[in-house]
């Protein structure tokens, strides 16, 4: 069964750093397309980057609002990766998503991990 | 602003057939695949359709989509109390390299 599990989450002042885990059990990670999405309190979903597969060489991109501040890493021996949160601000408050992702073919999506940026 | 435009709300009464609209362009619903998800309240977001019309195992056959041109739609037959949701459409964006998202509609059962 395909699973994704989030981690790391917490509170952080502005302008701190904090680091996600998303941890996949059932199937290989180094095969598949990872998504981060976040989704404000009450507000709608956010894509904020990706990271291909290693047929893909993976390469990454990443959303305009987080660029040059977050970035995707990948450990493949621990079928894990890793969503490197820097420089926050308080509109980074949101959960944050890890979903499994092909084009055409069905997602996955973990149970998110909530990150607070305040003061 | 989300770059795909879905209503704020919907509504029905139980047994009705509802519809969301999905409006985007070229560059993401003209020729990427569509996905909608379904979330309640304090929970992940749960994919309802994919590869535009495909439902996973699992997703009853109440739930359908279809997509023309740049825009994808999303019905909902044989209303029930249960469905009352957010409902958000996604799909990936060429020009932006990065996957976009519509900005909900909240689905109302009345």
């Known amino acids: 069964e395909v699973q994704l599990g989030e981690s790391g989450g917490g509170l952080v002042q502005p302008g701190g750093s904090l680091r996600l885990s998303c941890a996949a059990s059932?199937?290989?990670?180094?095969?598949?397309?990872i998504d981060w999405v976040r989704q404000a309190p009450g507000k709608g979903l956010e894509w904020v980057g990706r990271t291909r597969n290693k047929a893909k060489s993976y390469t990454t991109d990443y959303a305009a609002s987080v660029k040059g501040r977050f970035t995707i890493s990948r450990d493949d021996s621990k079928n894990s990766l890793y969503l490197h949160l820097n420089s926050l601000n308080t509109e980074d408050s949101a959960m944050y998503y890890c979903?499994?992702?092909?084009?055409?073919?069905?997602?996955?999506w973990g149970q998110g991990t909530l990150v607070t940026v305040s003061s | 602003q989300s770059v795909l435009t879905q209503p704020p709300s919907a509504s029905g009464t139980p047994g009705q057939r509802v519809t969301i609209s999905c409006s985007g362009s070229?560059?993401?619903?003209?020729?990427?695949?569509v996905y909608w998800y379904q979330q309640l309240p304090g929970t992940a977001p749960k994919l309802l359709i994919y590869?535009?019309?495909q439902r996973p195992s699992g997703v009853p056959d109440r739930f359908s989509g279809s997509k023309s041109g740049a825009s994808a739609s999303l019905a909902i037959s044989g209303l029930r109390s249960e469905d009352e949701a957010d409902y958000y459409c996604a799909a990936w964006d060429d020009s932006l390299s990065g996957r976009v998202f519509g900005g909900g509609t909240k689905l109302t059962v009345l």
């Open positions: 070229s560059s993401n619903i003209g020729k990427q695949y």
């Open positions: 979903t499994r992702y092909t084009s055409g073919e069905p997602d996955y």
């Open positions: 590869g535009n019309d």
């Open positions: 059932g199937f290989t990670l180094s095969d598949y397309y």
